[in-house]
T-cell receptor
């Protein structure tokens, strides 16, 4: 199992450019998440998905869009990048075991370091 | 989710057990205790979690006090690769999806 993989590992964008970050998981997990982590700060949830074809907003969704066309993939899009979106982006996935909502075990990818100039 | 308190830093000698404490005095009955770690620049790594009973897996042991107000993560034989920031997180049925990482404990394993 590769677990959770993220593509690309690094990227530099100019303000106004667009890009898509790809997250893939081979664990057959239903739930997938996108977080961002700024220097010295904790993780902040951008968007998440509880299943193929469904997405929902997290805590900091502005400026991002997501799609979950296949169960194993979760894409994060930046339509018009801004310097404030310079960050490390982490994808995570988890499965439902019939436990209470909000107690799933999330497994993280290695991250994508994005710099917007 | 309940608030947690951890010491900001700890040292441990290589090969010795590392015992990382966490206080969660406001934990409620249906909240779980989770431990994650983040090695520099890498994605957070799940370690272990528990509700009431002590738990053990291939990475660590989790000891939860009987009143559930505190817990200890034990790395039985710490190695240099265990140097990381360790996060104790309490999660429950609040409808909140996001994992909330506090400031954690920076564990430095010394050779």
């Amino acid at each position: 199992n590769a677990g959770v993989t993220q593509t690309p590992k690094f990227r530099v964008l100019k303000t106004g450019q667009s890009m898509t970050l790809l997250c893939a998981q081979d664990m057959n997990h239903e739930y997938m998440y996108w977080y961002r982590q700024d220097p010295g700060m904790g993780l902040r949830l951008i968007h998440y998905s509880v299943g193929e074809g469904t997405t929902a907003k997290g805590e900091v969704p502005d400026g991002y869009n997501v799609s979950r066309l296949k169960k194993q993939n979760f894409l994060l899009g930046l339509e018009s990048a801004a310097p404030s979106q310079t960050s490390v982006y982490f994808c995570a996935s988890s499965y439902s075991r019939g436990l209470p909502f909000g107690t799933d075990t999330q497994y993280f990818g290695p991250g994508t370091r994005l710099t917007v100039l | 989710d309940a608030k947690t308190t951890q010491p900001p830093s700890m040292d441990c000698a290589e090969g010795r057990a590392a015992n990382l404490p966490c206080n969660h005095s406001t934990i409620s009955g249906n909240e779980y205790v989770y431990w994650y770690r983040q090695i520099h620049s890498q994605g957070p790594q799940y370690i272990i979690h528990g509700l009431k009973n002590n738990e053990t897996n291939e990475m660590a042991s989790l000891i939860i006090t009987e009143d559930r107000k505190s817990s200890t993560l034990i790395l039985p034989h710490a190695t240099l690769r265990d140097t990381a920031v360790y996060y104790c997180i309490v999660r429950g049925d609040t409808g909140r999806r996001a994992l909330t990482f506090g400031s954690g404990t920076r564990l430095q394993v010394q050779p």
